[in-house]
């Protein structure tokens, strides 16, 4: 490859048997300038107009921090959560074979096609203090709905599929050979699984995660039914931002917008960098 | 270590993989498990290893009964065909995971196995490469590590499943050879499964011939070649050729006629003739000898194959001749095995007819000096 740069000079693509590279490149450019950079330039250029000194006022205002802390950090606990429930839904499901699996694997879609406010409000009947589940946990003193508990709950049934459904598909690739090649060498099951099983999973796990923490940050419709959004406490960055346009304060609302934009590119860039330097490293990418 | 089978069985949904089989391998040995598809040598090898429980049946590692352990417990090497590497992990990884994953109690320290771990890396000449990770590696690297992998938890016995399977066949030469150098050198008690029976005769000390989850015939390369025990074993090792004949009074008959070869210790009856196609004489007159007009020629390396139509049923048999021998179509040539087996026929025929030619492909163009 190196070679071949070096002795033919710098090349704009390797030549390719597969015709069609600068229609579909060019296709992907427009298309993603249209749908993703044009409208995202927009939140960066009305944040601009603001000038520094009131976009940074804006940015550090406490209910700002505080939204931008709930909405990142009830992510970050939500995807965690995904993270170890859905490789253990995967695990099941790839597996086991039982009577009911094939609803069970279309169960786990459901979050997907409902609209999220069918789930907000669904959450919150179930786990308000007269609700099912919310009234079992109250006389323990556990309040869900209305606090940020809430939030977070909403947030992993959101993202549950997206951890299940990229670690799924790898799983079941495993080799059953490599797990025999384990248990011949004298490794115990759970060595097995630590040591063999979950290493291989690594980078569709990172995968999901990702994907399971990026759709948690940008929800909106579950959460502002079970939050409660009381400022300071249970609201996110997402409300925030609907309230600031309700009260006609477009630059308010972009330089929050702004700011959850720079984070979730700098979070997700470094979960990539992660994710890259494992699948080089378990020899995916070669 | 000496492994002993005894009236193994093996049962996948009520269907026989494995069929009352008993085995005994000496220690030291290096056995090969050889037959087509289906006749249950990669089933008998996880029975060894414990991958697989037996339905019935015992299987001892010197006196202990290792049926009675778990796969972790017996301590065996095993091998995969398509190397079953950890790829998240180098080279030296792979090969000292076996004695990472020992409890604390007998686990050696972290020096002694990483010393362990390059010894056995330089046993299998990957000196240099112990960095690298699986994906990094030839085939041929590959199935190495797999081995060293397999020797560093200084197994009972090693058992290999069709070891050379996924490589091409100048890598597999190559190993082969390299394989039992090793061998010779630790001293394992082997045991490898495979279908190639260029393979099984070179390599090994003794073989198993296996069909139809039975045992057909345990021996030495010699003993299987030369002195078939029945009639798979002929058609399946080597080239052969087969036609149906009676036997009456010690003579051999076809339609009727004495083809001159007498079979004292054979009961009159049908039987089937087995012979190779290259240990025949040709004669010149027919008193007393097989005849059949030219159907088919072809030339295979250094001889040519005449396929003849023998008798009113015109049964196909093959004979070799010189490269010089004309062979014009629809000739008469007139021959006599010179080397033969006959196996009685009792109800209907005792075995599919395997008259077809099993010499093995040349695939040298995919072979690369490296592996």
């Not at chain 1, 977070?152 to 049934?157: D, E, H, K, M």
């Not at chain 2, 004292?264 to 097989?290: F, M, N, Q, S, W």
Request: hydrophobic share 45%.
């Amino acid at each position: 490859m190196t070679t071949t740069t070096a002795e033919t000079g710098w090349h704009f693509r390797r030549p390719s048997v597969i015709p069609g590279f600068g229609l579909t490149l060019g296709f992907t450019i427009a298309y993603l300038t249209l749908i993703i950079l044009i409208p995202l330039s927009g939140v960066v250029w009305r944040s601009a107009s603001l000038g520094w000194a009131d976009f940074w006022t804006i940015a550090t205002d406490e209910r700002t921090l505080q939204a931008l802390k709930i909405s990142f950090g009830a992510s970050l606990i939500a995807a965690l959560v995904n993270v170890a429930f859905g490789v253990l839904v995967a695990w099941v499901l790839v597996r086991y074979s039982f009577p009911g699996r094939r609803i069970v694997d279309a169960v786990v879609d459901l979050p997907f096609a409902l609209p999220t406010a069918v789930a907000g409000i669904a959450l919150t009947a179930i786990y308000s203090p007269n609700g099912w589940i919310g009234s079992l946990l109250a006389p323990l003193d556990i309040k869900v709905a209305f606090t940020p508990l809430g939030i977070v709950i909403a947030l992993i049934f959101i993202g549950l599929p997206f951890v299940v459904r990229t670690v799924q598909p790898v799983m079941e690739e495993i080799d059953r050979e490599v797990e025999e090649a384990a248990a011949t060498l004298g490794a115990h099951r759970l060595q097995t699984v630590s040591r063999v099983i979950l290493p291989s999973l690594a980078p569709a796990i990172f995968t999901g995660f990702a994907l399971a923490f990026a759709r948690a940050v940008g929800e909106y419709g579950s959460v502002i039914f079970i939050a409660g959004n009381i400022p300071y406490v249970s609201e996110i960055a997402p409300l925030l931002i609907v309230i600031r346009l309700e009260e006609f304060d477009y630059a308010a609302a972009t330089a929050i917008a702004a700011v959850m934009l720079a984070i979730s590119f700098a979070m997700l860039l470094v979960i990539n960098l992660i994710q890259a330097w494992s699948r080089r490293r378990y020899g995916y990418g070669s | 270590m000496e492994v002993q089978v005894k009236n193994l069985r093996k049962e996948f949904d009520r269907f026989p993989a494995l069929d009352d089989v008993s085995l005994g391998i000496r220690s030291g040995e290096l056995i090969a498990l050889l037959g087509p598809s289906g006749s249950g040598k990669t089933t008998l090898l996880r029975l060894i290893a414990g991958l697989e429980t037996p339905t019935e049946g015992a299987i001892f590692f010197g006196d202990e009964d290792a049926s009675r352990k778990t796969v972790q417990e017996r301590n065996v090497g095993f091998v995969f065909q398509h190397y079953a590497l950890f790829r998240h992990m180098t080279v030296l990884e792979n090969v000292s995971f076996g004695l990472k994953v020992r409890p604390s109690a007998t686990r050696p320290s972290r020096q002694a196995i990483r010393e362990r771990a390059l010894e056995l890396l330089d046993l299998v000449q990957l000196s240099g490469l112990e960095k690298r990770y699986p994906a990094q590696l030839s085939g041929g690297q590959r199935q190495r590590v797999a081995l060293a992998r397999a020797m560093a938890i200084e197994p009972k016995v090693l058992l290999l499943d069709e070891p050379f399977g996924a490589l091409d066949a100048q890598v597999r030469r190559d190993l082969r050879r390299w394989l039992r150098a090793i061998h010779d050198t630790t001293g394992h008690t082997t045991v490898f499964v495979t279908h190639d029976q260029e393979e099984a005769l070179e390599l090994a000390d003794r073989v198993v011939v296996m069909n139809k989850g039975r045992i057909e015939q345990i021996g030495t390369a010699d003993e299987v070649y030369d002195a078939p025990g029945s009639p798979f074993v002929y058609g399946f090792i080597g080239e052969s050729s087969s036609l149906p004949v009676t036997v009456e009074g010690g003579q051999v008959l076809i339609a009727d006629r004495p083809i001159g070869l007498t079979a004292t210790d054979v009961p009159d009856g049908k039987a089937l003739l087995y012979y190779r196609p290259h240990d025949i004489e040709l004669l010149d007159g027919c008193g007393g000898c097989i005849a059949g007009t030219v159907a088919a020629s072809r030339r295979v390396a250094g001889t040519r194959r005449v396929e003849l139509e023998v008798g009113g049923a015109r049964e196909r048999v093959e004979v070799e001749l010189p490269i010089d021998h004309p062979a014009a179509q629809k000739s008469r040539i007139a021959f006599r095995p010179t080397r033969w087996k006959l196996f009685p026929m009792g109800e209907g025929r005792p075995e599919e007819k395997m008259s077809v030619s099993r010499s093995q492909p040349l695939q040298r163009e995919l072979a690369p000096a490296e592996f």
